[in-house]
């Protein structure tokens, strides 16, 4: 009997130990169906992270992240010459006792840069939370810390004991959270086993800028962004054993501030398209010169980074209290590993009551955008002479076009149709996604109405987050003062546009139309001199789409 109560307890101990994990395998589900809107924000969410969920029941299998982790650990303490290398054949065994090459289960790495003099006492508890999060979805968090404030003609050992001294506190304070993290210098190429091994131990490195430079023998301090480029140069090859999925700044001032977002954050910011425009927008955004240029530099330190990047890296630039919140669905950083975008729609307009304020900028190097109106060829302005003169592919645009709609276009008729009257052209990526809006008069007469004539977006990336926003921000930003448009009664996109409407009416059974624009924030009180007649806009604008006709074969 004395044998048998042990064992007894100890099978008590594991059917516990199992039932807790399984809930938390469960809640950890729950809370990542909860987080995302849609089934392929969830799917792309598993098939990225899917390791985080994985059943770890057999310890000896290979095919689970942390059988893995460990396999390289041990090669190291053993000093494997290449410890982080292929799985060999004969390290894993099937049932069929034969040797199988298992792929390596990739690392996903966060990079963070945090000035710890620059977060509140009152963060930390949070931001320790948030680390623990990101690990429970797959991510390694590792951070680099900055101190670029300090004073370099100080003498090194003065500046070396505050770094070593602010380390220090740090890991002692994550620790109080239960957060491992292990203080480590800055790696090189023959060193980065001091940061691998943390990583597949599950704990947090915590980088300082202090380095060995070999061609002056001596230790120096370098600049958080000039690390984190080194490090990005380091990981890059790597990318059979670990991609780098996220770059987090963490600053006081948060986000880059947007003018027509009243100071507030840009809420994302596609690099390729958007950088110049917002670098001149900070000039004359009413801020004092030393804030413009802590935005200044963080733009450009991000554009600098995700380039050398050179993938899908995305870019935030937050608040240390926004990083310290704690859920998962306004937690801009967990929120984005789970869905990819930001907690609002950057295409929500900026001035409506019911578009939130945030601190927080998603950046990405994004995607290329062309916009073709009547400003690029003047008198000339047609569809046929944006075809003759080769600056748009018509058969990439048909096919986008079908695409799209999944239906044949009625090439001639459609293009007959609207060759002169085209008001503006855009085109996103490879054909990846395009707008076209035309000028239509109405038949009552008076002034003509910019009319969204066509929203395409390629099969292939419908649902990604981004792209839709992209496109419809141009739009409204090259017509701000009216837009009309209209979509089937049944079409599951509606939702999306009455968030971007300013109204919205059925004229008949099939169609509903939407508009928006500066005119529709005017009074529209009787007699006043800037009121509009909404009764009279509207039967004009249910005119202008009657007289419309299908530009899809059925």
Same mark, same amino acid.
């Given at each position: ?71 390289? $650990? ?9 410890? *982080? ?16 090459? $298992? ?27 948030? *680390? ?11 951070? %680099? ?6 004073? =370099? ?56 800028? !202090? ?13 958080? %962004? ?63 010169? @030393?804030? =413009? ?43 984005? %590993? ?28 994004? $995607? ?25 592919? @018509? ?9 799209? *709609? ?11 149709? !609207? ?8 085109? %996103? ?40 926003? !992209? ?66 806009? $509207? ?16």
């Amino acid at each position: 009997m004395n044998h048998i109560r042990p064992l007894t307890s100890q099978f008590v101990s594991n059917l516990k130990t199992h039932r807790l994990e399984t809930d938390a395998k469960r809640n950890l589900i729950l809370s990542i169906l909860r987080s995302t809107t849609t089934k392929r924000e969830a799917r792309n969410y598993l098939n990225k992270y899917r390791y985080a969920l994985e059943d770890t029941s057999d310890p000896h299998s290979l095919r689970n992240r942390d059988s893995q982790s460990q396999l390289f $650990v041990n090669r190291f303490l053993e000093g494997a010459a290449k410890p *982080f290398g292929t799985i060999r054949s004969g390290e894993y065994i099937d049932d069929t006792d034969q040797p199988i090459v $298992v792929e390596k289960i990739p690392l996903r790495i966060a990079l963070f840069r945090i000035n710890y003099s620059q977060v509140p006492e009152s963060c930390w508890k949070g931001i320790g939370e948030t *680390f623990r999060r990101l690990q429970q979805f797959g991510v390694s968090p590792v951070v %680099v810390l900055d101190f670029d404030h300090l004073v =370099r003609e100080k003498l090194f050992k003065y500046n070396e004991q505050y770094i070593l001294s602010q380390a220090t506190k740090l890991v002692n304070r994550m620790a109080e959270l239960n957060v491992n993290c292990r203080w480590i210098q800055c790696p090189d190429d023959e060193s980065m086993s001091s940061l691998l091994v943390p990583l597949y131990q599950n704990a947090i490195p915590i980088v300082s800028p !202090i380095f060995y430079n070999k061609s002056t023998s001596q230790m120096q301090i370098e600049s958080c %962004v000039d690390v984190l480029q080194s490090m990005i140069s380091l990981l890059k090859p790597m990318n059979d054993l670990l991609s780098i999925e996220k770059l987090v700044f963490l600053d006081p001032q948060g986000g880059i501030p947007s003018i027509e977002r009243n100071q507030t954050s840009h809420v994302f910011i596609n690099l390729t398209q958007e950088l110049t425009e917002i670098q001149s927008e900070l000039y004359i955004g009413h801020l004092s010169p @030393k804030v =413009r240029d802590i935005h200044l530099r963080n733009l450009e330190a991000m554009n600098k980074l995700l380039k050398a990047a050179n993938g899908d890296t995305t870019g935030i630039i937050t608040t240390p209290e926004v990083m310290a919140v704690h859920d998962d669905t306004m937690n801009p950083i967990v929120y984005n %590993v789970l869905t990819d975008r930001a907690v609002i729609s950057s295409s929500l307009p900026p001035n409506s009551l019911r578009t939130p304020e945030i601190s927080t900028s998603i950046l990405k190097r994004g $995607v290329s955008v062309e916009i073709w109106d009547a400003s690029v060829l003047g008198r000339e302005f047609t569809l046929n002479e944006l075809f003759s003169k080769g600056l748009v592919d @018509k058969q990439k645009l048909v096919d986008l076009l079908q695409d799209s *709609f999944g239906k044949p276009l009625d090439i001639d008729n459609y293009f007959n149709r !609207i060759d002169s009257s085209v008001a503006t052209l855009v085109i %996103v990526g490879d054909y990846d996604g395009l707008a076209i809006i035309t000028w239509e008069t109405p038949a009552q007469g008076g002034k003509k109405v910019a009319y969204l004539d066509k929203f395409a977006i390629a099969k292939r990336n419908q649902g990604l987050p981004g792209l839709a926003d !992209i496109i419809f921000k141009i739009i409204v930003q090259a017509h701000p003062e009216e837009l009309l448009w209209r979509s089937r009664q049944n079409n599951p996109v509606n939702k999306w546009y009455f968030e971007r409407c300013c109204g919205s009416v059925c004229p008949d059974d099939h169609w509903r139309l939407f508009f928006t624009g500066a005119i529709f924030g005017k009074k529209l009180r009787k007699n006043a001199a800037d009121s509009i007649d909404i009764g009279e806009k $509207v039967r004009q604008y249910s005119g202008i789409c009657s007289a419309i006709k299908p530009s899809f074969l059925s």
